[in-house]
């Protein structure tokens, strides 16, 4: 596609329960980056891979949080028996290797 | 280590004002500069970046930022300021070089309001 796609853009969900973001990448960008912003915080990195390898995912903050690219394309970020301190928006990114990184519009969640 | 601060967490000019964001950064090694801006209900588009060559870069939009190494700043400028320049902007940096050269660390970002 044109840019980066992420769905979905807001998300309500109940303290306990799983949540799946999804993020489609720029056609033939082979470096996919996931985000946390909270509000008033910059952008703080979660994980990064490069094709279907997840190369970093020291940002993550807890084992509730994964992540996969299984084909080297779309990636989904999947919270676990979310809480109320999940909340933020998850930003997605992507880039050809070593090149400007463009980040798609992001997907509010709010946990309740 | 990287770090960013952006001095002001908002900064309120007039139109056709000078607008200017500061950012100080701290980096281990060279690094890439950036700065992103963020439109109401848009994702972070990218502004202008640094990387090699010529410290005085230009963005979209009439912004331009210096890179100054003796002052570990980039700070973003525009010499007159638009209403539609109201936006949010992050700086970040990335290190050139390293293992973890991927990775944009970002400052908490500066609310520029425009009045009329």
């Known amino acids: 596609g044109a840019g980066v796609s992420q769905s979905p853009r807001y998300k309500v969900t109940k303290r306990g329960q799983d949540v799946a973001l999804r993020c489609d990448p720029i056609s033939g960008h082979v470096s996919l980056y996931w985000y946390r912003q909270a509000l008033g915080q910059g952008p703080e990195f979660l994980t990064y891979?490069?094709?279907?390898?997840?190369?970093?995912k020291s940002g993550l903050p807890n084992d509730r949080f994964s992540a996969e690219r299984p084909e080297g394309s779309i990636s989904t970020l999947t919270i676990q028996r979310t809480e109320q301190r999940d909340s933020a928006m998850y930003r997605c990114?992507?880039?050809?290797?070593?090149?400007?990184?463009?980040f798609g519009e992001g997907s509010w969640l709010t946990v309740v | 280590a990287q770090s960013v601060t952006q001095l002001g967490s908002h900064v309120s000019v007039s139109e056709g004002a000078l607008v200017l964001l500061r950012c100080n950064y701290s980096?281990?090694?060279?690094?890439?500069l950036f700065w992103y801006v963020q439109y109401p209900n848009q994702g972070l588009q990218l502004l202008l970046k640094y990387t090699t060559g010529a410290t005085l870069v230009k963005g979209i939009n009439g912004f331009e930022a210096e890179f100054k190494k003796s002052e570990t700043s980039f700070h973003l400028t525009k010499p007159s300021a638009h209403m539609s320049d109201a936006a949010e902007y992050f700086c970040a940096v990335r290190l050139n070089s390293g293992g973890s050269n991927y990775k944009l660390t970002f400052g908490k970002g500066t609310l520029l309001t425009v009045n009329p």
């Open positions: 891979f490069n094709y279907e390898a997840q190369q970093d």
């Open positions: 980096s281990s090694v060279p690094p890439y």
């Open positions: 990114a992507s880039s050809r290797q070593g090149n400007t990184i463009y």
